[in-house]
């Protein structure tokens, strides 16, 4: 018998997680193992607990979900509950499972539910493209930080992992490819200048001729230049205009 999914609920309203709760019962396969009402509770009930998908209010009593996100050393999957619009939801970008806008509709959980039973077919599906006023979460020093888009200086290949590179000398790593970086990045502010390297153009301090038709591309607050392969040079010269 396949094991059920062990879910916990934080919400600072007592009304809204029973209704989630109720809500829940109709799906089988959930088990509701704990629930809290701040940050502090939550964190200590998902580290004694060990649950498989958080249901997550963004907005909480003095703190917020992110917060506790932040707190905590592994993810489980999150499905955030909220009542921000989709608008606001979309500034954050930390490969959250789903978003239920409260109230919580009862067919569109069951589709984030279907979503939680199918890990692969969710890593194939197409996602949006970042904004540059966007939040990535990412584990900078093994720890989750968010960390705005404008402030990347670069993205490096690192094997199965991607390095970002903020303006502030922090450097984390993000399960993406350099093709899905490409893809997802605003196009008129990060441009590919290498097969294993994406540069912020906002960042570009200077640009010089090298040899055999490559360039180099100082950054600011960077000592060591970028090689700029002959492949890459006419598409960044073409951005910068």
């Known amino acids: 018998?396949?094991?059920?999914?062990?879910?916990?609920?934080?919400?600072?309203?007592?009304?809204?997680r029973n209704d989630l709760k109720l809500l829940l019962k109709e799906f089988k396969q959930i088990e509701i193992i704990g629930e809290a009402e701040n940050v502090s509770a939550a964190g200590k009930?998902?580290?004694?607990?060990?649950p498989d998908v958080i249901f997550l209010d963004i907005q909480l009593t003095g703190e917020s979900g992110f917060d506790l996100i932040e707190k905590l050393d592994h993810l489980p999957e999150i499905i955030f509950v909220t009542a921000?619009?989709?608008?606001?939801?979309?500034?954050?970008?930390?490969?959250?499972?789903?978003?239920?806008?409260?109230?919580?509709?009862?067919?569109r959980l069951a589709r984030a539910l279907e979503r939680l039973a199918q890990p692969i077919q969710r890593k194939t599906e197409n996602v949006r493209s970042l904004l540059y006023e966007?939040?990535?979460?990412?584990?900078?020093?093994?720890?989750?930080?968010?960390?705005?888009?404008?402030?990347?200086?670069s993205i490096s290949a690192a094997g199965d992992y991607s390095q970002i590179l903020t303006a502030t000398g922090q450097k984390g790593l993000v399960q993406k490819s350099?093709?899905?970086?490409?893809?997802?990045?605003p196009a008129q502010y990060f441009c590919r200048i290498h097969r294993s390297t994406i540069i912020n153009m906002e960042h570009i301090e200077r640009l010089e001729k090298w040899y055999n038709y490559?360039?180099?591309?100082y950054l600011k607050g960077i000592e060591k230049p970028y090689i700029i392969s002959r492949r890459y040079a006419a598409q960044l010269k073409h951005k910068l205009g």
């Open 1 to 16: 018998m396949k094991s059920k999914i062990r879910a916990i609920i934080v919400d600072d309203e007592r009304l809204a």
């Open 45 to 50: 009930a998902i580290r004694e607990l060990k």
């Open 84 to 107: 921000f619009d989709e608008y606001a939801i979309r500034a954050f970008e930390i490969n959250a499972l789903d978003y239920l806008l409260k109230p919580v509709n009862p067919t």
């Open 134 to 153: 966007d939040r990535l979460f990412v584990n900078i020093n093994s720890q989750f930080r968010f960390v705005k888009v404008s402030s990347i200086l």
């Open 178 to 185: 350099m093709k899905e970086w490409e893809k997802r990045l």
């Open 214 to 217: 490559t360039y180099r591309v």
